[in-house]
DNA sequence: GGTACGACGTA
DNA sequence: CGTACGTCGTACCG
């Protein structure tokens, strides 16, 4: 019946059909690893891809409700009043609901003081008039009005939203006895209760039918009230004006003013990008494909415009070098394409000029005074660049600003990996790419000299964004810490082969002893590294009783084997910890191994922009957990030894510096006398806690205010206390009181902090480092407690993570203002290693002490402990 | 070959 | 029901 040759206009009550969805999924099979729940979103997509795919409709929108509160529920209070609150749950899908249509490019409508359906209703009329066949896809009855020839209504039916039933002339007729526009009539006569409108009692929908069929219409019925007879009949004549106001109610208005008309809801190409995005987010892994599939979308993010006006850029020669860079005026973006960490090509670009260069002898002769030379130049991830020139000899001075740094910086949750992604986030432009898959490319991607025109441009846009706070991170913090860092990796540290590889191989017989044993102690032999096999052993075979529920089963964490050591003892278990430790080992020690270079140094990347709260991590091998707790793990550490041509090495570490900055940031005025007292911190807060005197603290009493002054920093609650101290709840409770009934000011701090992330929408370390907290505000009871904890400690973590920075690039700069060949090599959030040269211990040992001393200004000392030694597990303490 | 998950190392 | 990371092996996808 449908006409091909007419568009199709699919309109959805987003609103009611994502509703059911939530009901028809469960949630907990639907949340996001930090626990949004996304059943609803998941079930309305699904269907409405289905839809797409069936449909194929030429034209789109989704309306959803602005708010309860209607044109209705002021003519009649009481309408929807019985109305259950939307769960908390469900309402917080909406938005992440409506951030996926807007990636999809689906039109959301909203409209005040009416309710969806009549949105609908006014599309369905204004495209029937216009010639589409229309689709109206709505879990609501009153809907059933809208269908005529050229309307069709898609009703989800009871086995769920995937389901939908249709709803033409003929099938309404059918199924209800009356032609759709007089559907209205027996509602109004029959009553709705889940509106909360009573019709008339005793009269269902077959009555009602036989009624309008005998009279014509729903005013005849009511003027000809009087002929019927029975209780009905008198029932009727009672209810006339509830009928009546159902009537009015049940009219869906035609006439909603809406910013769109049915031709601007044309289906327009999806933006592949953003969908990326937010289905990542919600962790929906089949959706993308089947929208894809659903809507011919190619997976090409082609969608953005490439902007046509990047300059062409000059091709240089090492004589043309210098007089391109006298003319060019401003900041310069320099782009360094590499090959095998040496450079490449060189890209310049100004704000309307471009041009570029190969490395070679001629060109690094003229290039390399002005490269190292302290004229402005911008660039995107400037660190591997500078660590090439710093290869091929060169150096890399004036980098004001990189753009991957500042992007990081204005949004540390997303970090973009590309200048690509910055140029579409600042730009929204797309990037000339070459596509690698092809042989013959069809497009050229940008040069090194447009890669610098792109950058500079991307930067132009971030200082225009960046609060000034921010920007004074990047200047005076982040910039300087990406040069110290770029010597750091570039110097390595030297590692012992000899001593892992004969620890290697001595892990190695051990573990394979002690999986003997396991595979003794339970009859069989098992993968033991294979946490499901583990699960058949432990709980079916050797019927152990249940742990803490994972994704997938049964917990076979450390945590959980020694509380089944505990309850049930069994000779694996200890044999399985055994395994793990020895294993586990083995695979740092052997990870070290083949990272060790032809130098003999292990060469770590250090990310700048890979956390959130502005710490650094390491990666390729990760130095940053070396292990430190265990007899094996020091000789672990041993392995890490002082080079050749150096003397010794030197470790240095902020002492509690997190609680230092505890003290600062709440004035906590018994916490700040704690460290300018220079008492041990655990005993002098124990003797406050339990009301004795410091020497009398036990070391039982030191290890609770311990757990809890390190909680604090983590927003710890009185149960996860209770779980780590192995202490009654009640009684961490308790010690929780007794804590802040002498250090009142931290609560009072740890408060006001979350209270004011949650009105900014975010946190802000001492030195103005920022990061939103969106979820805050959420509804989702999981997700604002997550956020609220994770705000309690970012301010903390990161000021601590910008201090060390301050402390590294000032002791960097030092060692090298001084002319000392000692040099920083390694960086664990609050300790350094550093490389000390012959005779240069006490010029060394100053430089750090004070350059870690005196990185920042609080209320407390900043205490470092120094050690030394020729390899990392003596010099450390 | 890629991705998810559990487990576990560090601050 | 304690923050921030990276890496390993297994299991599973296609």
Same mark, same amino acid.
């Given at each position: 019946?449908?006409?091909?040759?007419?568009?199709?206009?699919?309109?959805?009550?987003?609103?009611? *059909?994502?509703? &059911?969805?939530?009901?028809?999924?469960?949630?907990?099979?639907? @949340?996001?690893?930090?626990?949004? =729940?996304?059943?609803?979103?998941? /079930?309305?997509?699904?269907?409405?891809?289905?839809?797409?795919?069936?449909?194929?409709?030429?034209?789109?929108?989704?309306?959803?409700?602005?708010?309860?509160?209607?044109?209705?529920?002021?003519?009649?209070?009481?309408?929807?009043?019985?109305?259950? +609150?939307?769960?908390?749950?469900?309402?917080?899908?909406?938005?992440?609901?409506?951030?996926?249509?807007?990636?999809?490019?689906?039109?959301?409508?909203?409209?005040?003081?009416?309710?969806?359906?009549?949105?609908?209703?006014?599309?369905?009329?204004?495209?029937?008039?216009?010639?589409?066949?229309?689709?109206?896809?709505?879990?609501?009855?009153?809907?059933?009005?809208?269908?005529?020839?050229?309307?069709?209504?898609?009703?989800?039916?009871?086995?769920?939203?995937?389901?939908?039933?249709?709803?033409?002339?003929?099938?309404?007729?059918?199924?209800?006895?009356?032609?759709?526009?007089?559907?209205?009539?027996?509602?109004?006569?029959?009553?709705?209760?889940?509106?909360?409108?009573?019709?008339?009692?005793?009269?269902?929908?077959?009555?009602?039918?036989?009624?309008?069929?005998?009279?014509?219409? *729903?005013?005849?019925?009511?003027?000809?009230?009087?002929?019927?007879?029975?209780?009905?009949?008198?029932?009727?004549?009672?209810?006339?004006?509830?009928?009546?106001?159902?009537?009015?109610?049940?009219?869906?208005?035609?006439?909603?003013?809406?910013?769109?008309?049915?031709?601007?809801?044309?289906?327009?190409?999806?933006?592949?990008?953003?969908?990326?995005?937010?289905?990542?987010?919600?962790?929906?892994?089949?959706?993308? @494909?089947?929208?894809?599939?659903?809507?011919?979308?190619?997976?090409?993010?082609?969608?953005?415009?490439?902007?046509?006006? !990047?300059? +062409?850029?000059?091709?240089?020669?090492?004589?043309?070098?210098?007089?391109?860079? @006298?003319?060019? +005026?401003? $900041?310069?973006?320099?782009?360094?394409?590499?090959?095998?960490?040496?450079?490449?090509?060189?890209?310049?670009?100004?704000?309307?000029?471009?041009?570029?260069?190969?490395?070679?002898?001629?060109?690094?002769?003229?290039?390399?005074?002005?490269?190292?030379?302290?004229?402005?130049?911008?660039?995107?991830?400037?660190?591997?660049?500078?660590?090439?020139?710093?290869?091929?000899?060169?150096?890399?001075? /004036?980098?004001?600003?990189?753009?991957?740094?500042?992007?990081?910086?204005?949004?540390?949750?997303?970090?973009?990996?590309?200048?690509?992604?910055?140029?579409?986030?600042?730009?929204?432009?797309?990037?000339?790419?070459?596509?690698?898959?092809?042989?013959?490319?069809?497009?050229?991607?940008?040069?090194?000299?447009?890669?610098?025109?792109?950058?500079?441009?991307?930067?132009?846009?971030?200082?225009?964004?960046?609060?000034?706070?921010?920007?004074?991170? *990047?200047?005076?913090?982040?910039?300087?810490?990406?040069?110290?860092?770029?010597?750091?990796?570039?110097?390595?540290?030297?590692?012992?082969?000899?001593?892992?590889?004969?620890? @290697?191989?001595?892990?190695?017989?051990?573990?394979?002893?002690?999986?003997? /044993?396991?595979?003794?102690?339970?009859?069989?032999?098992?993968?033991?590294?294979?946490?499901?096999?583990?699960?058949?052993?432990?709980?079916?075979?050797?019927? *152990?009783?249940?742990?803490?529920?994972?994704?997938?089963?049964?917990?076979?964490?450390?945590?959980?084997?020694?509380?089944?050591?505990?309850?049930?003892? =069994?000779?694996?278990?200890?044999?399985?910890?055994?395994?793990?430790?020895?294993?586990?080992?083995?695979?740092?020690?052997?990870?070290?191994?083949?990272?060790?270079?032809?130098?003999?140094?292990?060469?770590?990347?250090?990310?700048?922009?890979?956390?959130?709260?502005?710490?650094?991590?390491?990666?390729?091998?990760?130095?940053?957990?070396?292990?430190?707790?265990?007899?094996?793990?020091?000789?672990?550490?041993?392995?890490?030894?002082?080079?050749?041509?150096?003397?010794?090495?030197?470790?240095?570490?902020?002492?509690?510096?997190?609680?230092?900055?505890?003290?600062?940031?709440?004035?906590?005025?018994?916490?700040?006398?704690?460290?300018?007292?220079?008492?041990?911190?655990? &005993?002098?807060?124990?003797?406050?806690?339990?009301?004795?005197?410091?020497?009398?603290?036990?070391?039982?009493?030191?290890?609770?205010?311990?757990?809890?002054?390190?909680?604090?920093?983590?927003?710890?609650?009185?149960?996860?206390?209770?779980?780590?101290? &192995?202490?009654?709840?009640?009684?961490?409770?308790?010690?929780?009181?007794?804590?802040?009934?002498?250090?009142?000011?931290?609560?009072?701090?740890?408060?006001?902090?979350? +209270?004011?992330?949650?009105?900014?929408?975010?946190?802000?370390?001492?030195?103005?480092?920022?990061?939103?907290?969106?979820?805050?505000?959420?509804?989702?009871?999981?997700?604002?407690?997550?956020?609220?904890?994770?705000?309690?400690? !970012?301010?903390?973590?990161?000021? !601590?993570?910008?201090?060390?920075?301050?402390?590294?690039?000032?002791?960097?700069?030092?060692?090298?203002?001084?002319?000392?060949?000692?040099?920083?090599?390694?960086?664990?959030?609050?300790?350094?290693?550093?490389?000390?040269?012959?005779?240069?211990?006490?010029?060394?040992?100053?430089?750090?002490?004070?350059?870690?001393?005196?990185?920042?200004?609080?209320?407390?000392?900043? $205490?470092?402990?120094?050690?030394?030694?020729?390899?990392?597990?003596?010099?450390?303490?």
């Amino acid at each position: 019946m449908t006409d091909s040759a007419k568009p199709t206009l699919l309109i959805v009550d987003g609103h009611s *059909l994502a509703y &059911r969805a939530f009901y028809a999924l469960p949630i907990e099979n639907f @949340s996001t690893k930090d626990g949004q =729940h996304t059943n609803g979103i998941y /079930g309305f997509l699904s269907m409405l891809i289905n839809l797409i795919k069936a449909e194929k409709p030429t034209h789109m929108a989704v309306a959803f409700d602005t708010s309860r509160v209607s044109f209705r529920t002021r003519e009649y209070a009481e309408y929807k009043a019985t109305r259950s +609150e939307t769960p908390a749950e469900f309402r917080g899908q909406i938005p992440l609901l409506q951030e996926c249509l807007a990636a999809m490019s689906i039109p959301v409508l909203t409209a005040e003081d009416v309710e969806a359906d009549d949105i609908l209703a006014t599309l369905a009329t204004q495209g029937a008039a216009e010639g589409y066949n229309v689709l109206v896809c709505s879990g609501d009855r009153d809907s059933i009005q809208l269908v005529t020839d050229d309307v069709t209504l898609l009703y989800p039916s009871v086995q769920g939203v995937s389901q939908l039933k249709r709803y033409d002339p003929t099938t309404v007729r059918e199924r209800y006895g009356v032609p759709p526009e007089q559907y209205p009539d027996v509602a109004a006569l029959v009553g709705e209760t889940s509106d909360n409108l009573p019709g008339v009692p005793k009269v269902g929908e077959k009555t009602a039918v036989k009624w309008l069929n005998q009279f014509g219409s *729903l005013d005849a019925v009511l003027d000809g009230a009087d002929q019927i007879k029975g209780v009905v009949g008198g029932n009727l004549r009672e209810h006339l004006d509830d009928v009546r106001r159902n009537r009015r109610l049940n009219r869906l208005v035609r006439d909603v003013p809406l910013p769109l008309t049915p031709a601007e809801l044309v289906v327009k190409p999806i933006d592949t990008q953003a969908v990326r995005d937010i289905f990542s987010r919600l962790e929906f892994r089949t959706l993308t @494909s089947r929208l894809y599939e659903a809507t011919g979308t190619v997976e090409d993010e082609a969608d953005l415009p490439v902007a046509a006006t !990047a300059p +062409e850029p000059a091709q240089l020669s090492a004589g043309d070098v210098a007089a391109w860079l @006298s003319a060019a +005026e401003g $900041d310069i973006g320099v782009t360094v394409t590499t090959e095998g960490g040496l450079p490449h090509r060189v890209g310049l670009a100004t704000a309307d000029a471009a041009a570029e260069t190969s490395w070679s002898p001629e060109v690094a002769a003229s290039l390399t005074p002005w490269l190292a030379s302290d004229a402005p130049k911008v660039l995107s991830d400037a660190k591997p660049q500078l660590k090439a020139l710093r290869r091929a000899g060169a150096d890399l001075g /004036g980098i004001t600003f990189d753009v991957m740094i500042a992007g990081w910086l204005a949004r540390p949750s997303f970090p973009d990996k590309t200048l690509g992604n910055l140029v579409e986030r600042y730009l929204d432009e797309k990037l000339p790419e070459a596509d690698p898959s092809q042989l013959v490319p069809e497009h050229e991607g940008a040069t090194p000299g447009q890669l610098s025109w792109y950058t500079l441009r991307v930067a132009a846009a971030q200082r225009a964004s960046l609060p000034p706070r921010v920007t004074d991170v *990047l200047t005076d913090i982040e910039m300087p810490t990406l040069v110290a860092l770029a010597d750091m990796e570039l110097a390595g540290v030297a590692v012992s082969h000899d001593k892992l590889s004969s620890f @290697s191989s001595e892990l190695g017989a051990r573990a394979d002893g002690i999986a003997q /044993g396991a595979y003794a102690a339970i009859g069989r032999e098992v993968n033991l590294g294979s946490p499901k096999q583990l699960q058949e052993v432990l709980f079916d075979e050797l019927g *152990l009783p249940k742990t803490r529920k994972t994704k997938t089963g049964y917990s076979t964490d450390a945590g959980a084997l020694v509380a089944l050591q505990e309850t049930s003892p =069994h000779p694996f278990l200890d044999l399985l910890l055994q395994h793990r430790e020895a294993t586990k080992l083995r695979q740092i020690i052997e990870s070290l191994d083949v990272a060790i270079g032809a130098d003999h140094r292990v060469h770590t990347t250090y990310l700048q922009t890979g956390s959130q709260t502005g710490r650094l991590s390491s990666t390729d091998p990760n130095l940053q957990n070396i292990p430190i707790r265990t007899d094996e793990s020091h000789r672990i550490r041993a392995a890490f030894e002082v080079g050749e041509g150096y003397e010794t090495l030197l470790t240095a570490d902020y002492s509690q510096i997190e609680m230092r900055i505890m003290a600062h940031l709440s004035e906590d005025p018994g916490l700040i006398e704690a460290f300018r007292s220079g008492e041990d911190l655990h &005993r002098y807060v124990g003797a406050r806690v339990f009301g004795v005197e410091p020497a009398e603290v036990t070391p039982f009493m030191r290890t609770k205010v311990k757990a809890m002054s390190y909680g604090l920093v983590y927003g710890l609650s009185a149960f996860g206390l209770s779980k780590q101290l &192995r202490i009654e709840q009640s009684e961490a409770k308790q010690l929780m009181t007794e804590y802040f009934a002498r250090f009142g000011a931290v609560r009072d701090y740890l408060r006001a902090s979350v +209270e004011k992330a949650r009105i900014d929408g975010y946190t802000e370390t001492i030195f103005g480092r920022r990061r939103p907290f969106p979820d805050l505000s959420s509804p989702n009871r999981v997700l604002r407690e997550n956020a609220e904890r994770a705000a309690l400690n !970012a301010p903390i973590q990161g000021s !601590a993570a910008d201090i060390m920075k301050i402390a590294l690039l000032r002791i960097h700069r030092r060692l090298r203002d001084e002319h000392l060949s000692s040099r920083v090599l390694l960086q664990i959030h609050d300790e350094l290693v550093v490389e000390v040269a012959p005779g240069e211990w006490d010029a060394a040992e100053r430089i750090v002490r004070e350059g870690m001393g005196d990185a920042a200004e609080l209320t407390v000392p900043l $205490d470092v402990q120094i050690g030394r030694g020729p390899n990392w597990d003596e010099a450390g303490h």
